[in-house]
Structure formats: structure tokens, C-alpha cells
């Protein structure tokens, strides 16, 4: 997701850089260690000051960043970051040595860390989800010890303490998690088994339901996927998922560049939406359940009639490059998209504020936003504010991230 380097030695460092980072982090994760925050290092954008309604409130981690997560009060945020060790070889190169991740819970209101769970060595956190009622999040998360390498599970947090209430094994990736919208059923979906790896690569996801309130499986789905080219964006089985806000559907990411529509709780396929060219990052329901948003790899956020299963319009996010994070405002009356840089060379990301009714944009411009790519991006539950997750490439597999907390208007205004 970063990375670069200064003319030839420029360009040389870049490059070594973003293979590192693109290697060691896949399609979309970035790094983080948990030190107390720091004060800001963007010059455009300070740390929000009262009175200074024209300026995001910075959440700063030493450590890029990927997935964050409000709470349903919008008094919380959870946020994921990730750091690298590295060690020389028998050559004295410096090579990867792993991964290491952190959880932290946030205080909006004050920009603070309330709990924080500490660096945990070779763990890799792959997704999270708050449960509708605020008090449990669910965290996918991949174990590469030596003692444990590759075991899947997910982790069911108390929100306020930071304590693990439950454990739930996974035969496979957990990339991606979901509650329900009374939040009795936990969905976790990845990979299951191995990807199978012929002239005609093909792979096994499942998706695995969890009564939380009887604690048990309640049923599990599998989807043999014909995959149009191997690669790293295949490895994970799918890359999300998302109920509709009835509950009665289950909208899977798979693999095989294609979306499915499942009918909750038998698991039947309802629809397949038509397959893409690339593959498909995020999911998003609009409020009413009407419309659903795939953001895709080939920089394109499409918007899907959830009854038909038609593609109702193309929305050119980001050129050339993929859309990672799709949201709707809570209203639906606003769209967002983020994903990496546009130009060449640069460690830059693409916001748009799309307006529902005509599908206009609102491309939030590079002066106004952090340095590095966008990784996420989400509304608060009264959608008065927007978190933007970013990291920053600052040495050969260093990274640092940020969450800049906007006021949605401030935001809209500087899109002007």
C-alpha cells in the first residue's frame, strides 16, 4: 500500500520499499506498535483545536494503519496497526522477519487512547466488527508463531475492558467479519483449505454463521471459485462482507472476482451479481437496504440494484487504482470512496464524497488531506463525522498512520 524512494537512488529506494511493503502486506495491510499518540506530523492539518472547526481531529499511531471501526454510539473508534521486524540474512541484508499488530480503542471526544491491548508479536489482525450493542468487537486474526503458524481465529472482545470473552477457531482465513443487525449472528468469512493451484486455479471459501446466543455454529456455506489469475488478492478466500440492514441477506466478496448475494439464515444463493474483471475490496449496503456498493481493483465503485441484481451505475473513484473502503453516510444521502494514490511515484489517496441523488463527486483535494494512502474510510452513527485511516511510508519497511476524525461539513467545504 506504500511505498517509495529519489531520483535513480530516489527511485531505487522506492522501489525496494514498495516490494517490501507489497510483499510482506499482501493487497491492503499496513503496520503499527503501541506507543502513547504523538502530536501530528502533517503540516496541512494540526490536531483539531476547540474553536477550530476547519481542521480533523488526529488520531496518531506509530505504526501504519488499516482497519478502523466506530462503536454504535459514535464514542468510540476501534483502530489496527501493524509494524515489521527485520533481521539480517547470512549477507547482512535486511530481510523480513514478521508481523506484529495492536489494537486500540479510542475516546473520540477527547482524541485518546482508552484501552489498548499492547503489540502482539506475529499476529496479523485481518478484520473487525462492533457488535450492534457496543459491547463486544470482533476481530479476525491469523497466528504466525512458531508454535502456532497459521492458525485462524476470531477474538470477541469486551469494548470496555479490552478483555477476550470468547475465542472462535476458523478452519481458514478470517478476512472478513459481520454482525447481524440484532446482533445475535456472527459471519466470518476466508479462505478454506488451500488455494488449489492448477492452469485453472480454483479456490474454497466458506462462510461460517455464529449464534452468539447460544453459543454455537449455526450453519456453514461453501463456494468452490474458478479464479481468473492467481495471486495475492486470491489468497484470502474473500476480502468482505456485509448483511443488509434487514438482515435477510449476506453480500460475500469472493475470490473469483465475483459477488454473491446470500439469503439469510439458509445461505442460498439469491443472486450472483455479474463477475468483474478485478477483484472486489469492499461491500456496502446503502441504509434501505436498496442499493449495494462494491469498491473494485480496477479503481471503480460500482452501485448495484439489490433486488434485480443489475448494475445501475459505474462511479470513477480513483483512476487506475484500487477503491479499498466504501461507506455510506447514515442518512444515505452521501457516499464515501478512498483508496490509494493516482499519480505515479507518490504516496498519495483519493477521497470522493459522492451525492446519492445525482451521483455527483466531491474529490476532496491532496492539500487537505494527510500524506500517504487512504486506507479506510468511515462515518460516525449520527454521520456528522468522517474518519480517514492513512499510512506513511518513512524508511524501507517503516511506516506510520494516522486516523484524521473530519467534521463531514468541513470536509464537503474543503471539496469546493
Known amino acids: 500500500m506504500l511505498t517509495t524512494k529519489m531520483k535513480i537512488a530516489t527511485a531505487l529506494f522506492l522501489a525496494v520499499a514498495a516490494s517490501c511493503y507489497l510483499?510482506?502486506?499482501?493487497?491492503?495491510?499496513?503496520?503499527?506498535q503501541d506507543p502513547n499518540p504523538t502530536t501530528s506530523t502533517r503540516a496541512e492539518a494540526p490536531a483539531n483545536k476547540d474553536g477550530d472547526v476547519h481542521r480533523?481531529?488526529?488520531?496518531?499511531?506509530?505504526?501504519?494503519?488499516?482497519?478502523?471501526?466506530?462503536s454504535p454510539d459514535g464514542k468510540q473508534l476501534a483502530s489496527v496497526s501493524f509494524t515489521v521486524d527485520m533481521k539480517e540474512d547470512g549477507e547482512k541484508r535486511k530481510v523480513y522477519a514478521g508481523m506484529n499488530s495492536t489494537l486500540k480503542f479510542w475516546d473520540v471526544a477527547k482524541g485518546e487512547v482508552r484501552v489498548s491491548l499492547?503489540?502482539?508479536?506475529?499476529?496479523?489482525?485481518?478484520?473487525?466488527?462492533?457488535?450492534?450493542?457496543?459491547?463486544?468487537l470482533a476481530v479476525g486474526v491469523e497466528?504466525?508463531?512458531?508454535?502456532?503458524?497459521?492458525?485462524?481465529?476470531?477474538r470477541l472482545f469486551d469494548a470496555q475492558t479490552g478483555a477476550i470473552r470468547k475465542t472462535i477457531p476458523h478452519p481458514g482465513t478470517a478476512k472478513a467479519v459481520a454482525f447481524s443487525a440484532d446482533g445475535n449472528i456472527l459471519a466470518i468469512g476466508g479462505q478454506y483449505g488451500q488455494q488449489i493451484l492448477t492452469p485453472s486455479p480454483r479456490m474454497l471459501r466458506t462462510v461460517r454463521l455464529w449464534d452468539l446466543s447460544?453459543?454455537?455454529?449455526?450453519?456453514?456455506?461453501?463456494?468452490?471459485?474458478?479464479?481468473?489469475?492467481?495471486?495475492?488478492?486470491?489468497?484470502?478466500g474473500l476480502h468482505a462482507l456485509a448483511f443488509s440492514p434487514d438482515g435477510r441477506l449476506l453480500a460475500t466478496a469472493d475470490a473469483d472476482h465475483t459477488v454473491r448475494l446470500l439469503d439469510m439464515p439458509a445461505g442460498q444463493i439469491f443472486k450472483a451479481l455479474e463477475r468483474q474483471e478485478g477483484a472486489i475490496f469492499a461491500l456496502c449496503f446503502s441504509p434501505d437496504g436498496k442499493l449495494l456498493i462494491t469498491g473494485n481493483a480496477d479503481g471503480t465503485a460500482k452501485v448495484w440494484d439489490v433486488s434485480s441484481g443489475k448494475l445501475?451505475?459505474?462511479?470513477?473513484?480513483n483512476k487506475d487504482k484500487p477503491v479499498w473502503s466504501v461507506d455510506f453516510s447514515p442518512d444515505g444521502k452521501l457516499l464515501a470512496t478512498a483508496g490509494p494514490q493516482t499519480e505515479p511515484q507518490k504516496r498519495d489517496g483519493q477521497v470522493v464524497l459522492w451525492d446519492t441523488q445525482s451521483w455527483e463527486p466531491r474529490r476532496i483535494p491532496r492539500r487537505v488531506l494527510s500524506d500517504g494512502w487512504v486506507d479506510a474510510v468511515a462515518f460516525s452513527p449520527d454521520g456528522k463525522t468522517v474518519a480517514i485511516s492513512s499510512t506513511h511510508i518513512t524508511g524501507l519497511c517503516?511506516?506510520?498512520?494516522?486516523?484524521?476524525?473530519?467534521?463531514?461539513?468541513?470536509?464537503?467545504?474543503a471539496g469546493e
Open 143 to 154: 497466528v504466525r508463531t512458531a508454535q502456532d503458524a497459521g492458525r485462524h481465529e476470531v
Open 56 to 70: 480533523p481531529k488526529v488520531l496518531q499511531l506509530d505504526g501504519s494503519n488499516a482497519p478502523i471501526a466506530w
Open 214 to 236: 447460544k453459543g454455537k455454529l449455526l450453519s456453514e456455506f461453501k463456494q468452490e471459485s474458478q479464479l481468473k489469475q492467481q495471486g495475492p488478492h486470491s489468497l484470502e
Open 312 to 317: 445501475q451505475r459505474t462511479l470513477q473513484a
Open 118 to 136: 499492547g503489540e502482539e508479536k506475529r499476529v496479523r489482525i485481518t478484520s473487525l466488527a462492533f457488535a450492534p450493542d457496543g459491547k463486544t
Open 23 to 32: 510483499g510482506v502486506l499482501g493487497v491492503r495491510m499496513t503496520l503499527g
Open 398 to 413: 517503516e511506516t506510520i498512520g494516522q486516523v484524521d476524525l473530519w467534521r463531514v461539513a468541513d470536509l464537503m467545504g
